[in-house]
Nanobody, 122 residues
Framework: QVQLVESGGGLVQAGGSLRLACAAS????????VSWFRQAPGKEREFVAA???????DYADSVKGRFTISRDSARKTVYLQMDSLKPEDTAGYFC????????????????WGQGTQVTVSS
């Protein structure tokens, strides 16, 4: 059974940092593309960042230069380092996995975690 568990969310002041983690089990993690999405109340789920099995990465324009995605295949974990946080980064953050897809359409992903809340105060 595939499980994804996110952690690392919390409350932080604007300009601060958080590191989110997404731990996977029940699959051959190194073969999967992994992405982070976020969803604020009343808004659609939006793409944040992706890392492929090749370790190539993509970022949404809104987080480019502030967020860094990385993966540790030995630990089956993907990290999202978030620096220079802004109040508009406040959202639930979710990791998603797919064997082949690493784009910005949430519907294309096979597996999702339950999410971790990030709140940035001004």
């Amino acid at each position: 059974q595939v499980q994804l568990v996110e952690s690392g969310g919390g409350l932080v002041q604007a300009g601060g940092s958080l590191r989110l983690a997404c731990a996977a089990s029940g699959l051959t993690f190194s073969s999967y593309q992994v992405s982070w999405f976020r969803q604020a109340p009343g808004k659609e789920r939006e793409f944040v960042a992706a890392i492929r099995w090749s370790r190539s990465t993509d970022y949404a324009d809104s987080v480019k230069g502030r967020f860094t995605i990385s993966r540790d295949s030995a630990r089956k974990t993907v990290y999202l380092q978030m620096d220079s946080l802004k109040p508009e980064d406040t959202a639930g953050y979710f990791c998603a996995l797919d064997r082949y897809y690493s784009g910005n359409s949430p519907r294309q992903y096979d597996y999702w975690g339950q999410g971790t809340q990030v709140t940035v105060s001004s």
